[in-house]
C-alpha cells in the first residue's frame, strides 16, 4: 500500500518543500517573540515521546523560570485560545495539556491553533510568564522558537523514513536543519558508544551543526488514578489498555510485571462509557492499568470503577538522559538567547 501511495508523496514533498522555501527566503516571515520561547517537536508523525520530554524541561527550568506550555490541543472539543484550570473539561482542551495542568497546577497551560495568536493571548493573561514550551510547532512554521528541539525514536530515525504517506514523516528529512538540538529517543539502556557514533554521524548529513543527545525512559510503579491507597500484588490479573501513538514499550513493560491482557484505542482516544463496559466484558480483572495520558480522561468515571470494584491505576513515566550534558548545554544556550533578547 506504502508503495501504491508514492505519487502521492511526491505531491506532499513538493508542496511542503515549496512553503518551507518560502520562509526560508523569508518570503513568508515567521514571528519572534521577545520572550523566550523552546519548541519541541520531530518531522514523523506521533510517538517520540513528546510529553514525557516536555515534563522533563518544566522539571529542569520551573526553578529558574516562570515556565508556561502552548500546544494545539490535538482532537479538542473547542476553537482558539483556551486557558487551563485544573477543574476544566479534558475535552476542550486535550489529554496532554490536561496532564500538564494536573501535574503542575500552579504553571499556565494553554492551548491554540494559531501559535502566534496563542502565545500572544497567553502573555496577555499572564504578563510573569518568561518563557513558553511550544508543544508540537517543529511544521509551524508561522512562529519561530529561540530554540528548536526535534525528537526522533531510536528505532525509527528521520533519516530511514520516507515523506507521508509511503513513511511517516511530515516533511523531508532536510527540515532536521532547522533544529538546534536533536534527541534520539526511546533508546535501550545499554547503546553502546559505537551506537551512538553511527546514529551522530547519520542525524549530521543532514544537519552539520546540532547538538545530538540520546533519551531512554523510565517506568516508576503503579498509582492509582484516583489517589486511592491499594495494595497490589505482583502476581495480579490485570487488564492494560492504551489511546497513544506506540503502545508497545508501555504494553511490554506492564506485561513484565502482570499476566496481562492488552487493548489498543487510537491516539488520543476519548472514552466512552460503552468502552468501560466492553473491557469489563473481555476480562474479569480487577485491576486495570492505562497511561498517564490515559487516565487524565477517566477522572470523569470514578463512580462506576467504584461500583464495579475495579482499580484503575496508570504507570508514570520519565524521561533519563546518561549524562548532565543535556541539561547544561540547554541551560546555557537559554542563557545567551536572553542575553541577545536583553540586548535587542
Known amino acids: 500500500m506504502r508503495k501504491v501511495l508514492f505519487p502521492l508523496t511526491l505531491v506532499y514533498d513538493f508542496i511542503t518543500r515549496v512553503r518551507n522555501k ?10 519572534q517573540f521577545d520572550v523566550l520561547t523552546i519548541g519541541i517537536g520531530n518531522l514523523s508523525v506521533g510517538g517520540t515521546g513528546k510529553s514525557p520530554h516536555i515534563e522533563y524541561l518544566i522539571e529542569l527550568l ?20 483556551q486557558l487551563a484550570s485544573v477543574e476544566i473539561d479534558t475535552r476542550l482542551i ?21 501559535r502566534v495568536m496563542g502565545v500572544a493571548e497567553l502573555l496577555g493573561e499572564e504578563e510573569d510568564v518568561n518563557l513558553i514550551l511550544l508543544d508540537d510547532v517543529f511544521q509551524h512554521r508561522a512562529i519561530h522558537p529561540h530554540i528548536q528541539i526535534l525528537l526522533t525514536k531510536f528505532d525509527e530515525p528521520f533519516y530511514n523514513d520516507f515523506v507521508l504517506p509511503a513513511g511517516n514523516l511530515r ?19 545499554n547503546l553502546t558508544n559505537e551506537q551512538k557514533k553511527e546514529i551522530e554521524n547519520r542525524i549530521r548529513k543532514y544537519n552539520p551543526n546540532t547538538l545530538v543527545f540520546f533519551s531512554g525512559l523510565a517506568y516508576d510503579q503503579l498509582r492509582n488514578v484516583f489517589n486511592v491507597q491499594s495494595k497490589i500484588d505482583a502476581d495480579t490479573e490485570a487488564l492494560v489498555f492504551a489511546g497513544i501513538a506506540n503502545p508497545a514499550v508501555f504494553f511490554a513493560e506492564v506485561k513484565t510485571r502482570f499476566n496481562t491482557k492488552c487493548f489498543t484505542y487510537s ?23 492505562c497511561t498517564e495520558k490515559d487516565a487524565v480522561k477517566l477522572h470523569s468515571f470514578k463512580s462506576w470503577f467504584e461500583n464495579a470494584g475495579i482499580t484503575l491505576c496508570y504507570l508514570p513515566i520519565s524521561v533519563c538522559f546518561a549524562n548532565a550534558d543535556f541539561d547544561n548545554c540547554l541551560c546555557e544556550l537559554l542563557r545567551i538567547k536572553q542575553l541577545q533578547l536583553n540586548q535587542d
Open 62 to 81: 520551573n526553578s529558574e523560570y516562570s515556565v508556561a506550555t502552548l500546544s494545539r490541543g490535538y482532537v479538542r472539543k473547542s476553537k482558539g485560545f
Open 171 to 189: 516533511e523531508c528529512r532536510s527540515g532536521a536543519k532547522r533544529a538546534d538540538i536533536i534527541l534520539v529517543t526511546k533508546c535501550p539502556p
Open 267 to 289: 491516539d488520543h482516544y476519548h472514552y466512552k462509557l460503552s468502552d468501560l463496559e466492553f473491557l469489563r466484558k473481555q476480562s474479569s480483572a480487577s485491576l486495570w492499568i
Open 22 to 31: 518560502l520562509y526560508d527566503a523569508h518570503i513568508f516571515k515567521p514571528f
Open 94 to 114: 486535550g489529554d496532554e495539556p490536561s496532564m500538564f495542568k494536573l501535574k503542575y497546577p500552579e504553571m499556565p497551560v494553554a492551548v491554540a491553533e494559531n
